[in-house]
């Protein structure tokens, strides 16, 4: 297991999937004044939820590096061979891909709260938020990536699929930052993140056995 | 006690039936060549064997450890290649480096494994077959893209598994000398 996730963790530092979510997420948090102006009592209200839909889509893009490589090198049956099971795998993948695009993120965050002028406990309240809501999206991202390993051209199918089975997250994620109400949105923030860790290593597991025939 | 033991083995794809009641049992030493024309389902058994897929009818028993070798590399294309089979290794809980000696490979330790040639990358995939200590081996098209030497290289390194008390499952189309083997035809 160790291995594994050491190996996922190299992958991600050396194929970029650690690296793209956070560049995207802060140009995103830069482009974002330019659409709405330079109002910081309007950035500042607007902004956390801005940030929650940078880091969805943030998400989305290691969804093509996650299993299909590992799937069409013969990775998986390698390892199937050896008597790991699908479900240890993906828990393997699940941890390494959480560990090199949450914290990131969340790095990331404090640079685009600073260009969305968002106050400091909003800010603190954010990365609270992501915290807690980036397992939960870190585990979609590899159900995602498992169910559309071996189709073409996954990208906007990977869209379809993962965005809208991210809207708890993004719902309580968002609802989170405002001031009011953030102790039950912390709540079913958490909740939701974590049924979908909870499920995704055998929804990954069963998905990366079926994409064997 | 059987490393291998196929029993009534029968094999669809694709809605097709490729073979049906199919029996083989590989004792330790034992060897099996499975022949047949492209599609006859030669790496489908390999696959049926390996337990990567299930098949349609019969029983399949399998020692508690194979080593497989098929058309997929399962190297990582940046590493250099002693790290990217010490990966598997480490797995295995063995050493690559007598493995990749006898493979003839034992120069190549520091060469990533994307600047490897087709011949390079056979005979890295039948290190780790070598490497994996495991008593069955299972090879889909061991000789692709070998050259006179790797071949002869391959052929010692099964001679000597089979003489350590292991047992081979090897798919070719070319000529392989594994003397003794039953021979498995398909289609």
Same mark, same amino acid.
């Given at each position: 297991m160790s291995a594994l996730l050491l190996r996922e963790l190299r992958l991600a530092a050396t194929g970029g999937s650690a690296i793209l979510p956070p560049v995207f997420f802060l140009l995103v948090a830069a482009l974002f004044p330019f659409a709405i102006g330079p109002d910081s009592a309007l950035l500042a209200r607007t902004g956390g939820g801005a940030l929650w839909v940078a880091a969805l889509l943030a998400a989305l893009l290691p969804v093509e590096r996650l299993v299909e490589p590992d799937r069409a090198s013969g990775v998986l049956d390698q390892l199937a061979v050896r008597g790991l099971s699908e479900e240890s795998v993906a828990l393997a993948k699940l941890a390494g891909h959480w560990l090199s695009f949450g914290p990131p993120l969340m790095f990331a965050a404090m640079p685009a709260a600073a260009l969305l002028k968002l106050p400091a406990p909003m800010l603190a309240r954010l990365e609270l938020g992501l915290l807690v809501g980036t397992p939960g999206l870190a585990a979609l991202t590899l159900v995602v990536a498992? %169910? @559309?390993?071996?189709?073409? &051209?996954?990208g906007a199918l990977a869209g379809l699929l993962l965005l809208?089975?991210?809207?708890?997250?993004?719902?309580?994620?968002?609802? %989170? @930052?405002?001031?009011?109400? &953030?102790?039950?949105a912390l709540k079913l923030l958490a909740a939701a993140s974590l049924l979908l860790v909870a499920i995704a290593p055998f929804a990954a597991g069963a998905a990366m056995r079926a994409a064997r025939d | 006690m059987s490393l291998l033991e196929l029993r009534g083995v029968a094999c669809i794809r694709g809605g097709r039936l490729l073979f049906e009641a199919l029996?083989?049992?590989?004792?330790?030493?034992?060897?099996?060549?499975?022949a047949g024309p492209n599609g006859a389902g030669k790496s489908s058994l390999i696959r049926i064997?390996?337990?990567?897929?299930?098949?349609?009818?019969?029983?399949?028993?399998?020692?508690?450890?194979?080593?497989?070798?098929?058309e997929g590399l399962a190297l990582d294309p940046k590493l250099a290649l002693g790290r990217a089979l010490g990966f598997w290794s480490r797995l295995d809980g063995t050493d690559p480096a007598e493995a990749m000696a006898a493979m003839g490979l034992a120069g190549l330790a520091g060469v990533p494994v994307r600047m490897l040639s087709t011949g390079q990358r056979k005979r890295a995939a039948l290190a780790r077959v070598l490497a994996s200590g495991a008593p069955l081996w299972l090879l889909?098209?061991?000789?692709?893209?070998?050259?006179?030497?790797?071949?002869?290289?391959?052929?010692a390194a099964m001679a000597a598994h089979r003489a350590g008390g292991g047992a081979i499952l090897a798919a070719s189309h070319q000529p392989l000398a594994l003397p003794g083997a039953a021979l498995v035809a398909l289609g």
């Amino acid at each position: 297991m160790s291995a594994l996730l050491l190996r996922e963790l190299r992958l991600a530092a050396t194929g970029g999937s650690a690296i793209l979510p956070p560049v995207f997420f802060l140009l995103v948090a830069a482009l974002f004044p330019f659409a709405i102006g330079p109002d910081s009592a309007l950035l500042a209200r607007t902004g956390g939820g801005a940030l929650w839909v940078a880091a969805l889509l943030a998400a989305l893009l290691p969804v093509e590096r996650l299993v299909e490589p590992d799937r069409a090198s013969g990775v998986l049956d390698q390892l199937a061979v050896r008597g790991l099971s699908e479900e240890s795998v993906a828990l393997a993948k699940l941890a390494g891909h959480w560990l090199s695009f949450g914290p990131p993120l969340m790095f990331a965050a404090m640079p685009a709260a600073a260009l969305l002028k968002l106050p400091a406990p909003m800010l603190a309240r954010l990365e609270l938020g992501l915290l807690v809501g980036t397992p939960g999206l870190a585990a979609l991202t590899l159900v995602v990536a498992a %169910l @559309t390993s071996g189709l073409r &051209s996954t990208g906007a199918l990977a869209g379809l699929l993962l965005l809208p089975l991210a809207v708890p997250i993004l719902v309580f994620g968002a609802g %989170l @930052t405002e001031a009011s109400g &953030s102790a039950g949105a912390l709540k079913l923030l958490a909740a939701a993140s974590l049924l979908l860790v909870a499920i995704a290593p055998f929804a990954a597991g069963a998905a990366m056995r079926a994409a064997r025939d | 006690m059987s490393l291998l033991e196929l029993r009534g083995v029968a094999c669809i794809r694709g809605g097709r039936l490729l073979f049906e009641a199919l029996d083989l049992a590989l004792e330790p030493g034992g060897a099996a060549l499975v022949a047949g024309p492209n599609g006859a389902g030669k790496s489908s058994l390999i696959r049926i064997a390996a337990g990567l897929l299930a098949a349609a009818a019969g029983k399949v028993k399998r020692a508690s450890r194979s080593a497989l070798a098929d058309e997929g590399l399962a190297l990582d294309p940046k590493l250099a290649l002693g790290r990217a089979l010490g990966f598997w290794s480490r797995l295995d809980g063995t050493d690559p480096a007598e493995a990749m000696a006898a493979m003839g490979l034992a120069g190549l330790a520091g060469v990533p494994v994307r600047m490897l040639s087709t011949g390079q990358r056979k005979r890295a995939a039948l290190a780790r077959v070598l490497a994996s200590g495991a008593p069955l081996w299972l090879l889909d098209e061991p000789a692709n893209g070998l050259d006179g030497d790797g071949q002869a290289r391959l052929e010692a390194a099964m001679a000597a598994h089979r003489a350590g008390g292991g047992a081979i499952l090897a798919a070719s189309h070319q000529p392989l000398a594994l003397p003794g083997a039953a021979l498995v035809a398909l289609g």
